[in-house]
T-cell receptor, first 116, second 114 residues
Framework: NAGVTQTPKFQVLKTGQSMTLQCAQD?????MSWYRQDPGMGLRLIHY???????DQGEVPNGYNVSRSTTEDFPLRLLSAAPSQTSVYFC???????????????FGPGTRLTVL | AQSVTQPDIHITVSEGASLELRCNYS??????LFWYVQSPGQGLQLLLK??????LVQGIKGFEAEFKRSQSSFNLRKPSVHWSDAAEYFC????????????FGKGTHLIIQP
């Protein structure tokens, strides 16, 4: 199993550009989440999903869109990038229906995004 | 809404000394509690977790944590630190079985003195 994968690892954008951060997991997890990490702030939840077709907002959703068309993928879209979105982004997944219970969140390696 | 407080932004410990990192949480029901470690430029690695049962949980790398409901605390301990333990440590709490993600503390930066 590859676990949780994220692409790209690094990205530089100009203000106003759009892009999609990719996240995929191969553990058949129902729950997936996106976080951003900023110095001194810990990780903050952007959006989460409890299954295909179901998404909801976290603590800091403004400026980001998500969709969940399959169990495996949970892309994060920046529609019009702003310097305030410069951050490290982590995707995570948890809960396997086969196990019938929730376990810890498995994190991807992160995407470091700089918006100029 | 749930919250996590890690009162110490930085902690400096001598190699071989004992370590305790503090974590206090606010949550209205039975919490799911976690400690993660992050080395510079790296992702997050789970050290240990508490869901229910025995309040003293053992984790990887010689770490343990104790859940104290009366104090709303989940402090992380290690009897003897190694230079490789220098990293950022995050406490987190989950709600509704984790369906709506985790709430993290702001982290404690651990510095190891030779």
């Amino acid at each position: 199993n590859a676990g949780v994968t994220q692409t790209p690892k690094f990205q530089v954008l100009k203000t106003g550009q759009s892009m999609t951060l990719q996240c995929a997991q191969d553990m058949n997890h129902e729950y997936m989440s996106w976080y951003r990490q900023d110095p001194g702030m810990g990780l903050r939840l952007i959006h989460y999903s409890v299954g295909a077709g179901i998404t909801d907002q976290g603590e800091v959703p403004n400026g980001y869109n998500v969709s969940r068309s399959t169990t495996e993928d949970f892309p994060l879209r920046l529609l019009s990038a702003a310097p305030s979105q410069t951050s490290v982004y982590f995707c995570a997944s948890s809960y396997s229906p086969a196990s019938g219970r929730w376990n810890e969140q498995f994190f991807g390696p992160g995407t470091r995004l700089t918006v100029l | 809404a749930q919250s996590v407080t890690q009162p110490d932004i930085h902690i400096t410990v001598s190699e071989g000394a004992s370590l305790e990192l503090r974590c206090n949480y606010s949550y209205g029901a039975t919490p799911y509690l976690f400690w993660y470690v992050q080395s510079p430029g790296q992702g997050l690695q789970l050290l240990l977790k508490y869901f229910s049962g025995d309040t003293l949980v053992q984790g990887i790398k010689g770490f343990e944590a104790e859940f104290k409901r009366s104090q709303s605390s989940f402090n992380l301990r290690k009897p003897s630190v190694h230079w490789s333990d220098a990293a950022e440590y995050f406490c987190a709490v989950g709600a509704r079985g984790g369906a709506d993600g985790l709430t993290f503390g702001k982290g404690t930066h651990l510095i190891i003195q030779p």
